[in-house]
């Protein structure tokens, strides 16, 4: 399954939810893959890059936008990311919600906003 298929199914199931249910979702879709931590977290990443790229999401923290174009704003998240996935998991996943300093904010092809 190439990248493209593997972001469908996962947009398929979590769009319009949060960072959390994205990554939740990536998991399980990545569950008979042969991957490691690190390189399921670069295929996450490349996820938010390409949804960033189509204007289909930003990132923000506290009602405000994360300021910089994407590669900023990716390498914001990547320097506070877990370095282990039991870190990120730790405590049913609060990381996203205490600790990540972005959430996703969805973009609707009407120009709605639905802040997670």
Same mark, same amino acid.
């Given at each position: 399954?190439?990248?493209? @298929?593997?972001? +469908?199914?996962?947009?398929?199931h979590s769009r319009g939810y949060s960072m959390g249910s %994205? =990554?939740?979702?990536?998991?399980? @879709? %990545?569950? $008979?893959?042969?991957?490691? /931590?690190? @390189?399921?977290? +670069? ?17 923000? %923290? +506290?009602?405000? /936008?994360?300021?910089? +174009?994407? $590669? ?8 506070? =990311? ?12 609060? =990381? ?9 904010v969805w973009m609707t092809r009407e120009g709605?906003?639905? =802040?997670?």
């Amino acid at each position: 399954m190439n990248n493209d @298929e593997i972001f +469908d199914s996962v947009l398929g199931h979590s769009r319009g939810y949060s960072m959390g249910s %994205l =990554w939740q979702s990536l998991d399980v @879709e %990545l569950s $008979d893959a042969k991957i490691n /931590y690190q @390189e399921q977290t +670069d295929i996450f990443l490349l996820l938010l890059r390409s949804l960033l790229c189509k204007g289909q999401i930003r990132l923000a %923290l +506290d009602g405000e /936008y994360i300021a910089g +174009d994407v $590669d900023h704003q990716l390498q914001v998240l990547r320097r506070a =990311w877990p370095n282990s996935k039991g870190e990120l998991e730790a405590d049913m996943g609060l =990381w996203f919600l205490v600790n990540a300093p972005a959430g996703i904010v969805w973009m609707t092809r009407e120009g709605q906003e639905i =802040w997670t």
